[in-house]
């Protein structure tokens, strides 16, 4: 079970699929049918612009009173429009003003934003606050004024106008770049390069632009998209300059002789449709390839749990578990939860499913504390959620049964099981600050549940909320009840949790590694808390944990688990004096309390 | 007695915090602690107490704002980005999170020839250098192409940890660097470190809240309480015979594996927190 046999595991088959997830984002957007149609209209559209005068030998601009509004054929392919012009040179010419504007718009939002995003997110300081101000300014100006404004200013420009818009157009971009190299900046990995001795500059362009590099190319082609609707929606109005053929300036002909020759808005408002779209689909096709990209290790981690699956064999039908007959001499007190033969998976996207639980099986009785303990992966939290019936999207209980006081929970509908949550089975979480609403007080999310599972009344949940953090150990109650969760510290609102959990007086706690993110001082008084909250309320405890202290402290019986099945269980006593299950032993066998001190150096040396 | 590699005298960190009128945040009040080389120091405290700020600090990515840090009697408490740079084949680091310390989108080979190209060092050589460090960490040479989320925790752990050598470096903090690892994995990792000093004979700063993780690798071990070091000394004495109430509580609260024991020490530590009280209750 090293590391190395794991991969050696993942060699023949995975390999293949990973290799497949990883092949280069554009690689994989040029087999996106989308995509690769969606450029190749706008290769064509720009192809079309760039060669305008090898299509036609017509003047765009070259007016000729003989031949107004002629229809498409004879000498015009398009025909031509109220000033005898060429429609379809002026197509082809205002193709290359139109993107080349646009594109003007974009490159200047686009520098401008990176560079003051990559800048103010990296460095931070007054830079930060200076430019998040005059982003802020410039979105609140109204865009359409700014450029009627300027051109009333400066004369109908077409690329003045652009450049003015461009600028309009930079929170776009410094948001975004701003937000993700804020984002980066702080990984750990950024300052391991940093301990490497690599320049700002490298780590800028290697480790920070890297990340941000196909956000940008997506918000480029629809920055793109609105630069070209406003530059036509201007010289439509007849904002713009008329001296140059642009899809607005054509549009706006075409509208003045809307009724002695309709076909002249159809040309422009095409160009202007098709274009756009190209744009978007392109957007969308990127955009779905990169949400891809984000996927794979959800993806892998999949695959290597499949891979491990896959390693285990097929399914035994005995179950091969390792049980420590019990020794108590007492009467076992009744079961309270009895699963049987339990069975979660995953469908994969190939139509297989992932096993992550198979065939467990586990009876905790009445009063008892039964720890569930393995490694990341053993599927000991699977178990647990299954009892909650709270897997997270896409799990499902395949197989078996999961009792509880004989009512099986996998079978009962959601209404009866949300009833049983919070109710008959309390939880309690690992994290205890995002298990708390920030936005309202402890008192209220203490005495709400109480109120529709209990149906008592306001003052009487407060006081038994009261009652209830006194009794978890919180040194003010009162305090405590009117404050909000950020006024707590971690141990303190574990402490909260744990009385949330047992105020609606369940039958099952399910505590899913409910000291692993506190400190040991505080772990060991949580610890405590839950001891005695047992002998005194007389709940049952399932504890989902990694650490064999936690069991050897609290557990009165413990089941160990690997690969998603039980490999041994029994009370705590005999299977700590006496692992069986090889699996079992080589766990305790890494456990480093055991282990002796390292020595003292001068031993080293000498 | 060897000279100090580190040297870290009266060591005080601040943060400054956002807005006016407000104190800055003293991270480090005053801290010293010296390594010499080949050795392994532990570091270990709760959270907040401070101990990850000591290694950032002598990593440069901290302020420090008083005392001294010297490294072979140099002072680099205080070094522009340039020298600091410079520093980079002496003093490397591998951080607790074996997730966000790799870039996600560069491979294992650009992500281990980065320093060694920083350095200017010619392509061949950098390759064989690169072969050379998976060998020592024990990673399959074809991982080089392969990106990090193709591995698990503790191969990325000895991914990083291969990063950390590239440069033959005299010294390395380890910050956490088992803490998010299962436990079989941990004891293999800390095998490893173990493994790499006695052959190179590279210094550790070694940070953890695990006291058992701390005894099994450190050579001596300081405890950290509220930016203080309160108690400073031989590995074992520290963790099995601590002489500082809070080191003695700290050791009194991680549980140990064994039901029978562990009861035993519940009692030892509701008996210790008891006479505290009293004591307390007496003083006042």
């Given amino acids: ?606 | 007695m060897p000279e100090p590699l580190i040297a870290v005298d009266d060591l005080v960190v601040e943060y400054p915090s956002k807005g006016v009128r407000r104190h800055a945040f003293r991270a480090l009040k005053g801290v010293s602690v010296d390594i010499r080389p080949g050795e392994t120091v532990g570091l270990v405290g709760e959270s907040g107490s401070g101990k990850t700020t000591l290694g950032r600090a002598i990593l440069g990515l901290a302020p420090v704002t008083g005392g001294s840090i010297k490294f072979k009697g140099r002072e680099i408490g205080s070094l522009g980005r340039r020298e600091r740079r410079a520093l980079s084949s002496e003093i490397q680091v591998v951080f607790q999170d074996p997730y966000s310390s790799l870039n996600p989108s560069l491979t294992i080979e650009q992500t281990l020839t980065e320093p060694l190209m920083v350095r200017k060092m010619p392509k061949n050589d950098a390759t064989a250098r690169v072969r050379n460090l998976l060998d020592q960490v024990k990673l399959p040479r074809d991982a080089l192409s392969r990106l990090p989320r193709e591995f698990s925790g503790g191969q990325r752990q000895r991914i990083a940890i291969a990063r950390a050598l590239a440069l033959s470096p005299e010294f390395i903090v380890c910050d956490e660097p088992v803490s998010a690892l299962d436990l079989s994995t941990q004891a293999r990792v800390l095998d490893l470190f173990k493994e790499i000093q006695e052959t190179t004979g590279v210094a550790y700063l070694f940070i953890s809240h695990d006291l058992a993780v701390v005894r099994n690798i450190s050579h001596r071990v300081a405890v950290m309480y509220h930016g203080e070091i309160v108690e400073y000394g031989d590995g074992y004495q520290v963790t099995t015979h601590p002489t500082n109430p809070y080191t003695q509580e700290l050791l009194l609260a991680a549980p140990v594996p064994d039901p029978i024991r562990q009861e035993q020490r519940r009692i030892e530590r509701r008996a210790f927190l008891a006479a505290r009280q009293s004591a307390h209750a007496m003083a006042s």
């Fill in chain 1, 1 to 606: 079970m090293s590391e190395a046999a794991v991969t050696g595991v993942l060699a023949p088959d995975v390999t293949s699929e990973i290799r497949a997830a990883r092949s280069h984002l554009a690689r994989r957007f040029l087999k996106n049918p989308l995509g690769i149609a969606a450029l190749s209209v706008l290769v064509l559209i720009v192809l079309a612009a760039i060669c305008a005068p090898l299509l036609t030998s017509y003047n765009p601009n070259g007016v000729s009173v003989l031949s107004i509004l002629q229809g498409p054929g004879a000498g015009h392919l398009l025909g031509t429009d109220g000033a005898g012009r060429d429609v379809w040179s002026r197509l082809l010419f205002g193709g290359r003003y139109t993107l080349a504007g646009a594109l003007l718009a974009t490159v200047v939002a686009a520098v401008l934003g990176i560079a003051g995003g990559l800048v103010a997110g990296y460095y931070g300081k007054w830079f930060e606050s200076a430019a998040s101000w005059v982003t802020t300014l410039l979105m609140a100006l109204p865009g359409i004024v700014v450029l009627l404004a300027a051109r009333a200013v400066l004369g109908p420009s077409l690329w003045t106008v652009m450049i003015i818009f461009g600028v309009l157009l930079v929170p776009a971009f410094y948001r975004l770049v701003y937000a993700a190299v804020s984002g980066v900046r702080n990984e750990l990995f950024v300052d391991a390069a940093r301990v490497s001795g690599v320049s700002d500059l490298r780590i800028i362009t290697r480790h920070i632009l890297t990340v941000v590099r196909a956000p940008i190319i997506l918000q480029a082609s629809i920055v793109f998209g609105i630069a070209i609707a406003v530059q036509v929606g201007l010289d439509f109005l007849g904002f713009g300059d008329q001296s140059i053929p642009t899809w607005g300036n054509m549009l706006n002909d075409g509208f003045t002789n809307l009724y002695r020759d309709p076909q002249l808005v159809v040309w422009p408002g095409l160009a202007v449709v098709i274009t756009g779209v190209a744009l978007t689909l392109f957007a969308n096709a990127l955009r779905d390839e990169l949400e891809q990209s984000a996927r794979p290790r959800r993806r892998r981690a999949a695959v290597v749990m499949a891979a491990a699956a896959r390693a285990a064999g097929p399914v035994r039908p005995e179950n091969d578990t390792v049980v420590h007959e019990e020794a108590s001499s007492s009467a076992p007190a009744p079961l309270l939860l009895h699963i049987e033969g339990l069975a979660v998976g995953y469908p994969q996207a190939d139509g297989s499913v992932t096993r992550v639980v198979d065939n467990v099986s586990l009876d905790i009785r009445r009063g008892e504390v039964h720890g569930l303990v393995g490694e990341s992966g053993s599927g000991k939290t699977q178990t647990a959620w299954s009892v909650l019936r709270l897997l997270p999207a896409g799990g499902e209980i395949l197989e078996g049964s999961i009792l509880l006081d004989g009512e099986d929970l996998s079978r009962v509908d959601s209404a009866k099981m949300r009833e049983i949550r919070g109710g008959r089975i309390a939880y309690i979480p690992q994290e205890p600050m995002s298990n708390l609403d920030p936005s309202f007080t402890i008192g209220t999310q203490l005495t709400e549940p109480m109120r529709t599972k209990l149906g008592v009344s306001k003052t009487e949940a407060k006081a038994r909320a009261l009652k209830l953090l006194g009794q978890v150990g919180i040194p003010n109650p009162e305090r405590t009840f009117a404050s909000y969760p950020h006024e707590l510290s971690g141990g303190m609102a574990q402490r909260v949790l744990i009385a949330g959990a047992v105020s609606c007086e369940p039958d099952l706690v399910i505590a899913d590694e409910p000291t692993t993110a506190l400190d040991v001082t505080i772990q060991a008084e949580i610890l405590d808390l839950l001891r005695e909250l047992q002998r005194e309320l007389g709940v049952t405890i399932l504890i989902v944990t990694h650490n064999f202290g936690v069991v050897a402290d609290l557990c009165d019986r413990v089941s160990v688990m690997q690969k998603g099945r039980i490999v041994e269980t029994g009370s705590t006593r005999s299977l700590f004096a006496d692992p069986q299950h090889p699996y079992t032993r080589s766990l305790f066998d890494a456990i480093l309390d055991e282990s002796p001190a390292r020595g003292s150096y001068a031993e080293v040396r000498s």
